[in-house]
């Protein structure tokens, strides 16, 4: 069946296909009020769950399926089956039972077989059935006094047939639902809008594409995607749709990539001075290093601009990568700035950058909130005047009225810290400037080609040797007093430790044990002859600088904080970190902190405590079997789904609505290679026959 939906269309003459795309564009954009059926009320229930066009009506994927293919005789129902028959109605009633129920009773016949259906307190059903009608119903089969399904779904025949239903005899789609809008209703809705408006509907895809990637056309799709022929159908439809989803997005990916490989600053690089480059620090660069600097030359010596993601794990060691470009762009005369998500690591990669740039006349300064009026001022004058070359700071880089004089590149670090917007924003300060963008939430692929997919990627993939493994333990609340005294035996020993407590919410303020009120209790209670400080976001930046200063001077023997450490915190010395309900974070969060430990030559301990048994077990298990960040943010992924992993709206992911990017991932694939070939013919979308496409991208991404 359904032969004619599967035949393959010819490319239609380009008169036709602006003709259709005229009329077409009213059809897809219109409001669904109109629609028989519908009306304004009702148009208003559909607004609740995102439809307003019939276009949106096309996109609404059915939540699941079910199998309602298969109608059985009335003899071959089975007890205990969910099955669906056919009768005719031979008598209703209603009566009350011993305990008060109304049952409302429909005795089916077909031959001299009998089923009832029966409904419980629903008096109204009395009136639905004539006697002598054909009635189909569907649902889990019991043996009372003799068979019957009880709240069967049910749909009395037209003209004693099944062929039309939507409802029965086929593979029946369940949809998403609001109050007062069913799923019977919402089905005939959905028929309406395809038999309506669905012939007139163009495919964006190009034949020579589907054909390639054998795929079905659009009008198969959607009409398959709602009423499915097959289950084979089903998965091509699906196929079809996803691929489409994921071809427009990619295509955007494609036209930025596409745009920013123009104007870019071709800087001047002699590698052969990377040897000396490299002696500037008192180690050798690991092979993953060397290769990542690699790439970020090769895109900085070219006429376009860079636009690299650099991915590694916390202690990779991505600084000394930044550290290079930033050199190249210095020694051209050109400027650098690098934002770093926080004060504590700005300041931090203040001290390390000085260190290896002042001697060799290269200017460093730093640029954050906290900075006193007046020197401020001085900072933003010699940025514009071109005499600083390395700024690095927080938001305030592009947040207050920076100019810049000429700048080069710019560096973001620990991007996952950032949304888009603040990325855009710093790019905003120079269009030709060269993009160095960090993470250390090493980003599935999947993902990476969704939230990335206009950058290049370069993965540290490999940690600095030298490193001491951190053994991470999960213990109950009640091994607290254990806990301590582990951590009293690493003080004796001359190291430190970190006890970190979740942020500080005034909501639940006494339900997570807030870290101030902790401090005071260790420092009168179990550590009294022990040192303690405490940082939290609260604390001026004067006095967090000073707190993480005495803390690494050795001055305190335990630090409480919140995570604000969570990001950039080095100090190799601390080899215990104990994380208060741990049960509260999420994986990618728990690893970025326990990366703050490990990083000097001694053994190294990530004691997890949480509260919580059961919930968190899955999670928890991830962290403790491995220290590998792909591998957790991949799991990671897997439970919380991309838009949590991401946190949510501002990280740039973009809605879709049909396809999921780590389950059709292959899809993905098949459809980025495709839109990345289209974009390299026909850059601009001029030719016609894409047409809709670029149409498609405006409507869904705002962009040209
Ligand atoms: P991250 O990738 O987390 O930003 P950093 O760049 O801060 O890592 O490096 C972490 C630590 O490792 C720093 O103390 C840095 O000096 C050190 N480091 C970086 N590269 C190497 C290397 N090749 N060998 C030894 N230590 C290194
Ligand atoms: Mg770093």
Redesign the pocket.
Known sequence: MNQSRLGCKQDLDINIIMGIMQEKKTIKGASIRYIKGVGPRRADLFGKIGIETVSDLFHYLPRRYEDRSRIVDIGELMVGQVQGTIGKVLKTDIFRARTGTCIVEAVLGSGNRKVSAVWYNQPFMKNIFEIGQMVAIYGKVELQRHLQISHPTFEILDNNKLENSLNMGRIVPIYSLTENLNQKYLRKIIKNVLDEYLSASVDLLPTRIRARRRLVDFKFAVQNIHFPCSYDNLEKAYKRLVFEEFFVLQAVMARRRGKKKKNGIRHEIDSKHLPDFEKL?P????PA?KKCIDDVERDMAKDASMHRLLQ?????????VAMRAAMISAVGGYQTAVMAPTEVLARQHYV?FSKIFMPLGINVRLLISGIEKKAKENIKKSIAEGATDIVIGTHSLFQEAVEYGKLGLIVI?EQHKFGVRQRKMMQGKSSRADLLV?T?TPIPRSLSLTVFGDMDVSV?NEK???RAPVATYVVDENKREDVYAFIREEIKKGRQAFIVYPRIRTKDITEARAAVEMFERLKKDEFKDKRLAIIHGRLRTDEKKKVMEDFRGKKYDILIATTVIEV?V?I?NVTVMVVEHAEQYGLAQLHQLR?RIG?GKHASYCILVSQDEDLSNERLSAIVETDDGFQIAQKDLDIRGPGEFLGTRQSGLPELKVGNVVKDFAIMEEAREEAFNLIKEDPELKDLRNLEIKNNIRERFNSR
């Open positions: 620090f180690f050798e660069f690991t290093q590694g794990d916390v202690g990779s060691g991505k600084t000394v390390s670090d960090m250390a540290l600095p040797a030298e950039g080095d190799p990366g990083r």
